[in-house]
């Protein structure tokens, strides 16, 4: 079983920054695909991206292609989301995810094993 906590959510204007983070628990985490969600106010959590067991291989979805960036620390547990051009709409809970032996990257919440706490991210125009 695998703990996953997230952390580097907060408030900044449009066109900012942020980098999340998610930290495993654990001694196999290359063995976990692992993704980010986000869920707004009043709608349900949509894929953002994902990741690789071996980072080699991602895949986004197409609000945030080419601003959010996932890239993963295998040595340190670590996976990160690295938000540029953030926008409003970007706003949300964000939470990462985990699949035990995941050999490629997953776009659909039921394919996750594990789920973190979440952390609130604000854009304001």
């Known amino acids: 079983q695998v703990q996953l906590v997230e952390s580097g959510g907060g408030s900044v204007q449009a066109g900012g920054s942020l980098r999340l983070s998610c930290a495993a628990s654990?001694?196999?985490?290359?063995?976990?695909?692992m993704g980010w969600f986000r869920q707004a106010p009043g709608k349900e959590r949509e894929f953002v991206g994902a990741?690789?067991?071996?980072?080699?291989?991602?895949f986004y979805a197409d609000s945030v292609k080419g601003r959010l960036t996932i890239s993963r620390d295998n040595a340190k547990n670590t996976v990160y989301l690295q938000m540029n051009s953030l926008k409003p709409e970007d706003t949300g809970v964000y939470y990462c995810?985990?699949?035990?032996?995941?050999?490629?990257?997953?776009?659909?919440?039921?394919?996750?094993?594990?789920w973190g706490q979440g952390t609130q991210v604000t854009v304001s125009s």
């Open positions: 995810a985990a699949r035990f032996l995941g050999t490629r990257y997953y776009a659909s919440a039921n394919e996750y094993d594990y």
């Open positions: 654990g001694r196999t985490f290359s063995s976990y695909a």
């Open positions: 990741i690789s067991g071996s980072g080699g291989s991602t």
